[in-house]
């Protein structure tokens, strides 16, 4: 009886410690899950902007285009032609320039989640390396 006794005794003394740690660790998840969050929240508005950025630049360059191409048909039917060209080009580089900042920012976003995982997930196996060796250790001292 007394070993069942001793072994029940260990089991609770582990599971008490286990429970204690996940305890611990909770806040710890939860302040890695709000700074993902945060993280996500921050970079959503510079995307956005560097879309808009992209689209006035776009319209900018749209613009001008026009007025030149105006002002070089009365010239030259050659040089409009050339202009909106130049035009559509120009616009094509902004589009892949917003693209790509937008896909950077994304990217960030993920690469924060990916390491707050990764923080919780190690918080998590040290907390049960903990309760085992705390366990074990319980089981040292009584011997």
Same mark, same amino acid.
């Given at each position: 009886?007394?070993?069942?006794d001793?072994l029940?005794?260990?089991m609770g003394?582990?599971?008490?410690? &286990?429970? %204690?740690? !996940?305890?611990? @660790?909770?806040?710890? $998840?939860?302040?890695?899950? +709000?700074? *993902? #969050? /945060? =993280?996500?929240?921050?970079?959503?508005?510079?995307?956005?902007?560097?879309?808009?950025?992209?689209?006035?630049?776009?319209?900018?360059?749209?613009?001008?285009?026009?007025?030149?191409s105006?002002?070089?048909k009365?010239? &030259?039917? %050659?040089? !409009?032609?050339? @202009?909106?060209?130049? $035009?559509d080009e120009v616009? +094509?580089? *902004? #589009? /892949? =320039?917003?693209g790509?900042?937008?896909?950077?920012?994304q990217?960030?976003?993920?690469a924060?989640?990916?390491?707050v995982e990764?923080?919780?997930?190690?918080?998590?196996?040290?907390a049960?390396?903990?309760?085992?060796?705390?366990?074990?250790?319980?089981g040292?001292?009584?011997?």
């Amino acid at each position: 009886m007394g070993l069942m006794d001793k072994l029940k005794q260990w089991m609770g003394t582990a599971k008490e410690g &286990a429970s %204690d740690l !996940a305890e611990k @660790a909770e806040p710890l $998840a939860k302040k890695a899950r +709000d700074f *993902a #969050s /945060d =993280a996500v929240e921050k970079a959503e508005p510079l995307a956005q902007k560097a879309k808009e950025s992209a689209s006035e630049v776009i319209d900018n360059v749209g613009e001008r285009v026009s007025e030149i191409s105006g002002k070089a048909k009365n010239a &030259a039917g %050659d040089a !409009a032609q050339a @202009a909106a060209g130049a $035009a559509d080009e120009v616009s +094509d580089k *902004a #589009s /892949d =320039a917003a693209g790509a900042a937008a896909q950077t920012v994304q990217n960030a976003a993920e690469a924060a989640k990916e390491k707050v995982e990764n923080a919780t997930d190690q918080t998590s196996d040290e907390a049960t390396d903990e309760a085992s060796d705390e366990a074990k250790g319980d089981g040292g001292g009584a011997s």
